[in-house]
Structures are given as C-alpha cells and as structure tokens.
T-cell receptor
Framework: EDQVTQSPEALRLQEGESSSLNCSYTVSGLRGLFWYRQDPGKGPEFLFTLYSAGEEKEKERLKATLTKKESFLHITAPKPEDSATYLCAVLGLTGGGNKLTFGTGTQLKVEL | DTEVTQTPKHLVMGMTNKKSLKCEQHMGHRAMYWYKQKAKKPPELMFVYSYEKLSINESVPSRFSPECPNSSLLNLHLHALQPEDSALYLC???????????????FGAGSRLTVL
C-alpha cells in the first residue's frame, strides 16, 4: 500500500524566513509525485509534478525536489499570501495506477 | 476555460432529504472524480468516471450515488445521509484515467455539506 507522510504538521514563519516542507513516501512504481496548495474551504491547486529522483521544479518562491524516498518543498523568502496547506500526493501502481495517495498536509502560516 | 465548477458552494440537509451536488468542466477532460475531505484530513477518493462510465468505486455507501450524464458533467446524488457525512466534497477532472504523472487532476472549489 502506498503511503505518504508530511512534516511538520504546521509551520509558522516570519515573512522572508525561508524553510522547507518534507514529504516522505513509499510507493510501488512511482508514476509521479504531486504538490498541491489548498486554501481554507477551497479545492487543492496544482503546483508541481516530479517524476524521478534528482528532479527539481521551481515556481516563484517555491522549489520542489525529489529523492527516492522523499520530496522537499523549499519556500524562499515567503510572503503572507503563501499561507496555505501544502499537500503532497503520489501516484503509483496501486489500484491500477489511477489512485492518488495524499499526505495529511503541512499547514503553513506566514506572518508579517 | 481551465476550471472545474461545483454547485452549490454550501448545502445543509436533514437526514431524510434528497439533494444533489453538481460538477462541470469544459476542458475536454475524459476522467472525473469525487473526493471527500474532512477538516484537517487529506482528500479521500470516492468515485472515478472514465468516458462517462464508472471506473472506480472506493466502497462508498449506497446513500451516495454518482452520475455522469455526459463528458462535461458529474453529479453526486445524496439520500439518507448521516451527520458524519458532513464534509467538503471535491470534484476533479483530468485528461484521461491514466497511470501517468502527466495526468494532473484539476480540482473544483468544493461543496461544503452539513448534515443535521
């Protein structure tokens, strides 16, 4: 069974204070690792897909990296508008390869 | 149009009511999904449709009945729900039902359901 564990559960940063969110995973035949951002009461918003160890992707203040066992979402000089829950999900061969397994998320709060 | 639209945004219903949640996308996606999300929990897959046919049912109770009238619409019919069914119900779509990282799910904003 695929598993995703995210840490920390919650993170409070000052504006401009860089940090990283962790996503540890076990999966049978990784087809993709996804990062989503979710604002309160809204649906998840797609950020990145990573396919293989060593891959990196960037978008504004966010950078996602992938190893064989974990992924990191690095946030550089965050702003209050980056406050959200960040969800990690993996797509493997479980269930025919059509079922995303989500982690419980990291709730990020960026303060002025 | 790169959106998934869900209606209603909020729904309050009694345990004896019958109601429906609706989802619409015009991105030409052929796979559509229903997820359930409780507070501070990850989304849980309920149903998946591929080319308007039910492909995956994650052992969801029969009080939830999905329907896919055409490739752009997805409904979730609700009947005799329990208070523990209160949650955010998310609709999503993707280009195909495929085991590929390129098959990114686009989520709607969700329907917040409260069962009294």
């Amino acid at each position: 069974e695929d598993q995703v564990t995210q840490s920390p559960e919650a993170l409070r940063l000052q504006e401009g204070e860089s940090s990283s969110l962790n996503c540890s995973y076990t999966v049978s035949g990784l087809r993709g690792l996804f990062w989503y951002r979710q604002d309160p009461g809204k649906g998840p918003e797609f950020l990145f897909t990573l396919y293989s160890a060593g891959e990196e992707k960037e978008k504004e203040r966010l950078k996602a990296t992938l190893t064989k066992k974990e992924s990191f979402l690095h946030i550089t000089a965050p702003k209050p508008e980056d406050s959200a829950t960040y969800l990690c999900a993996v797509l493997g061969l479980t269930g025919g390869g059509n079922k995303l397994t989500f982690g419980t998320g990291t709730q990020l709060k960026v303060e002025l | 149009d790169t959106e998934v639209t869900q209606t209603p945004k909020h729904l309050v219903m009694g345990m004896t009511n019958k109601k429906s949640l609706k989802c619409e996308q015009h991105m030409g996606h052929r796979a559509m999904y229903w997820y359930k999300q409780k507070a501070k929990k990850p989304p849980e897959l309920m149903f998946v449709y591929s080319y308007e046919k039910l492909s995956i049912n994650e052992s969801v109770p029969s009080r939830f009945s999905p329907e896919c009238p055409n490739s752009s619409l997805l409904n979730l019919h609700l009947h005799a729900l329990q208070p523990e069914d209160s949650a955010l119900y998310l609709c999503a779509s993707s280009p195909q039902l495929a085991a590929s990282g390129a098959n990114v799910l686009t989520f709607g904003a969700g329907s917040r359901l409260t069962v009294l």
